[in-house]
């Protein structure tokens, strides 16, 4: 069964400079207990897909159903169903988190009690225990965070949207965070839609990632099947010597698509092939090469994002991530 249903989405606004296509036409499903992550760059349109799904931001052509709602004529039975956790977060800073949970619950029509006890039990399956009584303003990043998952989660939702969830976190509170969310799919089935720019996030916590390039879906596959699909293989061997006549043997290997050279030694990319570490070892020795090391790795979701785009997610001024 799917939970979500996209057909052509777009959304374009005028501008006094013209028209900017936020969101040029996107069409996908997800299906129920699934996560699923948007992965793009800053302004790919992600946000903007985002608030269109969730009925915060009209469409300006396309359609969709959301747990089992379309989106055009039941906006208010979509809103019933989904949880929506903003880029921005949205606690009042003063309120404390509990008293956040309880007029949450009030909003969602459940009356007092049950909205007392509802913040009580999701205080507890978020860990917030210590955090829930002080206000908003003094918690972390994380903290906050996992604060803001819990209220949307509030009225049992179906479908929880999160638009970048763990931006700005350390990467400690990052996988905590991952950890609550796969929970909340363990323990009730619902089905997650998040948005993020970090290659590692989508790798670790999506079952399926949707590249979202320029207001498109480029590519969607899980994050294993889109690294298969690029075939090949990264070799780095370090050399103290040689380099040079290094490059030009193995540059003759029938596996080898492209060597570059770099600070320590050489950069390969090869095909995928389970031997060929051994076949490199056995062409340099007998070229009277002793490498200090060599290893292979396969193929990073940034990878797969630069062979799709032609651009590095990683932003300028960003690490580069390796996943
Ligand atoms: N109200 C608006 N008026 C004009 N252009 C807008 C408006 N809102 C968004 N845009 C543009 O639409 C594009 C997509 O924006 P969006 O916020 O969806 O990107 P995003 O993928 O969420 O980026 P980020 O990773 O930075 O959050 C951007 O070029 C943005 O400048
Ligand atoms: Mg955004």
């Known amino acids: 069964m799917h939970s979500v249903q996209v057909q052509d989405l777009t959304k374009t606004y005028k501008t006094k400079n013209g028209l900017v296509e936020a969101v040029a036409g996107v069409s996908f499903d997800v299906a129920q207990g699934e996560i699923v992550g948007f992965l793009g760059q800053n302004g790919a349109g992600k946000t903007t897909t ?88 003094t918690l972390s990043g994380g903290q906050r965070r996992r604060l803001d998952i819990a209220l949307g989660l509030t009225h049992r939702p179906d479908v929880l949207f999160l638009d970048e969830p763990s931006a700005a976190l350390d990467p400690q509170s990052r996988s905590l965070l991952w950890e609550h969310v796969r929970k909340v799919r363990e323990n009730y089935g619902t089905t997650v839609f998040l ?86 070892l056995r062409t340099l020795d007998e070229a009277g090469i002793e490498p200090l090391s060599i290893q292979v790795e396969r193929p990073t979701l940034d990878d797969v994002f630069l062979s799709i785009t032609n651009r590095s997610i990683n932003l300028p001024g960003q690490q580069p991530m390796n996943v």
């Open 50 to 137: 985002l608030r269109m799904l969730t009925t915060l931001l009209k469409p300006t052509s396309g359609s969709a159903r959301v747990a089992g709602h379309d989106l055009s004529t039941d906006a208010q039975g979509v809103r019933r169903k989904i949880g929506y956790v903003a880029q921005s977060g949205g606690t009042s800073p003063a309120a404390s988190g509990r008293s956040e949970l309880v007029l949450q619950g009030r909003l969602y029509q459940m009356n007092q009690a049950d909205a007392v006890r509802r913040a009580d039990q999701l205080i507890q399956e978020f860990d917030l225990e210590d955090l829930a009584d002080r206000p908003t303003v």
């Open 195 to 280: 948005s993020t720019h970090y290659l590692d996030e989508a790798d670790a916590l999506c079952d399926r990632v949707l590249i979202i390039d320029k207001g498109r879906v480029v590519a969607e596959d899980s994050p294993e099947n889109l690294k298969a699909q690029l075939g090949y293989d990264i070799v780095t061997i370090e050399l103290a010597t040689d380099a040079d006549r290094a490059e030009a043997v193995l540059a003759q290997h029938p596996a080898v698509q492209e060597v570059k050279a770099q600070a320590q030694g050489l950069r390969l990319t090869v095909e995928h092939n389970d031997r060929v570490l051994l076949q490199f």
